[in-house]
């Protein structure tokens, strides 16, 4: 079935640690993409977006995502967390010229300790 | 900044009740989305609304469920005879219909049926 994946569902890092979040995606055609951060008792927040271009894109916070075509892939990095990264992030895609509805992965809980 | 604003933050309900949970999306965006999260599952897309009218709807979005934008500041989804399983997390979302189409989420509903 088509689908957004993360690999990770938990993954917990000491402070200073760098983060992966592992993205995969299988629709064909053209696709955004996104990364959205969920706060504890906070709302989704949009941490960058893929549409076009430079496919390694800056977002707040030190986020960076690469897009990788061939391996239909979007992971998240940061070089160095901070305990207060500790967040659910998700994934997620829009198929241009299918309408704007975001197909979300199924999150990662990131846990940084201090 | 602006941001979408949802009501209540949690609602207890009967099975076979109706609810309505309301959101006040960001005041020039026109497109306007209905997500849901079921404990422990991914973030479903339910339905988008433009231009006062259904734009695309998934499948969990029967003829149980129907949006209604009544003024020019709220937007509502309704559940007419609320089941079990639909207790979720129900967000709203709000985008300007631009480019990039980023959409921006409220803090969501939590919605219990007992």
């Known amino acids: 079935a088509q689908s957004v994946s993360q690999h990770n569902h938990h993954v917990t890092l000491s402070e200073a640690a760098s983060l992966e979040l592992g993205c995969n995606y299988s629709?064909?055609?053209?696709?955004?993409l996104f990364w959205y951060v969920q706060y504890p008792g906070q709302h989704l927040q949009l941490l960058l977006k893929?549409?076009?271009?430079?496919?390694l894109v800056k977002g707040i916070k030190g986020f960076e995502a690469e897009f990788i075509k061939s391996k239909f892939s979007f992971n998240l990095r940061k070089p160095s967390v901070q305990w207060s990264d500790t967040a659910e992030y998700f994934c997620?895609?829009?198929?241009?010229?299918?309408?704007?509805?975001?197909?979300f992965g199924a999150g990662t809980i990131l846990r940084v300790k201090s | 900044e602006p941001e979408v604003t949802q009501t209540p933050s949690h609602q207890v309900t009967q099975m076979g009740q109706e609810v309505i949970l309301r959101c006040v999306p960001i005041?020039?965006?026109?497109?306007f989305y209905w997500y849901r999260q079921i404990l422990g599952q991914k973030v479903e897309f339910l339905v988008s609304?433009?231009?006062?009218?259904?734009?695309?709807k998934s499948e969990i979005f029967d003829d149980q469920f129907s949006v209604e934008r009544p003024d020019g500041s709220n937007f509502t989804l309704k559940i007419r005879s609320t089941k079990l399983e639909d207790s979720a997390m129900y967000f709203c979302?709000?985008?300007?219909?631009?480019?990039?189409?980023?959409?921006?989420f409220g803090p969501g509903t939590r919605l219990t049926v007992t």
């Open positions: 979302a709000s985008s300007d219909g631009g480019y990039s189409y980023e959409q921006y």
């Open positions: 629709y064909g055609g053209t696709v955004n």
């Open positions: 893929y549409f076009s271009g430079d496919p």
């Open positions: 997620a895609v829009t198929r241009v010229q299918y309408g704007n509805k975001l197909v």
């Open positions: 005041s020039n965006h026109l497109y």
């Open positions: 609304f433009y231009n006062n009218e259904i734009s695309e």
